[in-house]
T-cell receptor, first 110, second 116 residues
Framework: QQQVKQSPQSLIVQKGGISIINCAYE??????FPWYQQFPGKGPALLIA?????SEKKEGRFTISFNKSAKQFSLHIMDSQPGDSATYFC?????????FGAGTTVTVRA | GAVVSQHPSRVICKSGTSVKIECRSL??????MFWYRQFPKKSLMLMAT?????????EQGVEKDKFLINHASLTLSTLTVTSAHPEDSSFYIC????????????FGPGTRLLVL
C-alpha cells in the first residue's frame, strides 16, 4: 500500500499564482521529508526537504509546511513560472528508504 | 552540488539480450545506491538497494536473477537486466545516498530501456 498519499494528481495555475501540493502519511517513524521535481525524461531532482521537528522551511519561492500532529505536509510554490511546469513528488524517509507519493503534475499557464 | 550520472541514457536491445546500466556518484562517496523503475506517468518504484561490497537487497516481487546488481566501489553501481523481454522496457533511475550527510538521496538522469 502507498505509505504517502499525495494530492492533487494534477493542477493548472496561472503564471504568478500559487501552487499547493499536499501529502499525508501514516507512519510516525518517518524522519525526513523531501520534495523532488521531475521533468519529462529526466531523473527527479531534490527541491527542498524538512525534518519533523520544524514546522516550515522556505527556500526561494518554495516553502514546505509541516504539521506533525496531522501527519501532513505540503509544498507551496509562490509566484509560479512556466519553468516550474513539472511533476512533483513528495517522499518520506525511514532510515535509508524513501517512500514516494504518486506525484502531481503542475502546469503553469503563461 | 551532488551529481549522479547514468550511462547509457537510452538503450534499445533485442529480446533475450542482456543490458548493463551504470550509475556513478561523481563528487561524493556512496556506500548505498538505489535502483528504481518508473512507468509512464507513475511514481518511482524501488527495485533494490545496492550496498558497496555486499549483496543487494531486493524489494518484494523483484527477480534478483533477472536484475543483477553490483556495487563494486564507493562511486559505482551497475544494474544488469538479463535476458531482457519487452515487458522490461521502462525508465530505470538510480540514486545515491551521500555517505557524509546520510539522509539525502540524489538521483541520476535515468536510462530509457526499450526491448524489441
Amino acid at each position: 500500500q502507498q505509505q504517502v498519499k499525495q494530492s492533487p494528481q494534477s493542477l493548472i495555475v496561472q503564471k504568478g499564482g500559487i501552487s499547493i501540493i499536499n501529502c499525508a502519511y501514516e507512519n510516525t517513524a518517518f524522519d525526513y521529508f523531501p520534495w523532488y521535481q521531475q521533468f519529462p525524461g529526466k531523473g527527479p531532482a531534490l527541491l527542498i526537504a524538512i525534518r519533523p521537528d520544524v514546522s516550515e522551511k522556505k527556500e526561494g519561492r518554495f516553502t514546505i509546511s509541516f504539521n506533525k500532529s496531522a501527519k501532513q505536509f505540503s509544498l507551496h510554490i509562490m509566484d509560479s513560472q512556466p519553468g516550474d511546469s513539472a511533476t512533483y513528488f513528495c517522499a518520506a524517509s525511514l532510515g535509508y528508504k524513501l517512500s514516494f507519493g504518486a506525484g502531481t503534475t503542475v502546469t503553469v499557464r503563461a | 552540488g551532488a551529481v549522479v550520472s547514468q550511462h547509457p541514457s537510452r538503450v534499445i536491445c533485442k529480446s533475450g539480450t542482456s543490458v548493463k546500466i551504470e550509475c556513478r556518484s561523481l563528487d561524493f562517496q556512496a556506500t548505498t545506491m538505489f535502483w528504481y523503475r518508473q512507468f509512464p506517468k507513475k511514481s518511482l518504484m524501488l527495485m533494490a538497494t545496492s550496498n558497496e561490497g555486499s549483496k543487494a537487497t531486493y524489494e518484494q516481487g523483484v527477480e534478483k536473477d533477472k536484475f543483477l546488481i553490483n556495487h563494486a566501489s564507493l562511486t559505482l553501481s551497475t544494474l544488469t537486466v538479463t535476458s531482457a523481454h519487452p515487458e522490461d522496457s521502462s525508465f530505470y533511475i538510480c540514486s545515491a545516498r551521500d555517505t557524509g550527510t546520510q539522509e539525502t538521496q540524489y538521483f541520476g538522469p535515468g536510462t530509457r530501456l526499450l526491448v524489441l
